[in-house]
Nanobody
Framework: QAQLVESGGGWVQAGGSLRLSCAAH????????MAWYRQAPGKQRESVAR??????TNYNSVKGRFTISRDNAKNTVYLEMNGLKPEDTAVYYC????????WGQGTQVTVSS
């Protein structure tokens, strides 16, 4: 059974940095496009960054501040977040792209002004 375990969230001040990790279990990410998503309070979940099997990346409004990467040997996806803003506050999830129904618990990121 597929399982995704996110970690690395926390509380930071505006301008700070965090590195999120997502360990995949029960399937190999090498064969899948992967993405990071986030859900802020009162808002719908949105895609933040995407990386395909060849390593090509795409970003939404976080382009230039966030970097998605993958380590197929470790079956893990990362999200390096720099220049964090209060509007980045959300629960961050990883999943395949397009997303499967197997969501992890997510990791909370809180950015204070």
């Amino acid at each position: 059974q597929a399982q995704l375990v996110e970690s690395g969230g926390g509380w930071v001040q505006a301008g700070g940095s965090l590195r999120l990790s997502c360990a995949a279990h029960g399937f190999t990410i090498r064969l899948r496009s992967m993405a990071w998503y986030r859900q802020a309070p009162g808002k719908q979940r949105e895609s933040v960054a995407r990386i395909d099997v060849g390593g090509t990346t795409n970003y939404n409004s976080v382009k230039g501040r966030f970097t998605i990467s993958r380590d197929n040997a470790k079956n893990t996806v990362y999200l390096e977040m720099n220049g964090l803003k209060p509007e980045d506050t959300a629960v961050y999830y990883c999943n395949t792209d397009p997303a499967s129904r197997s969501w992890g618990q997510g990791t909370q990121v809180t950015v204070s002004s």
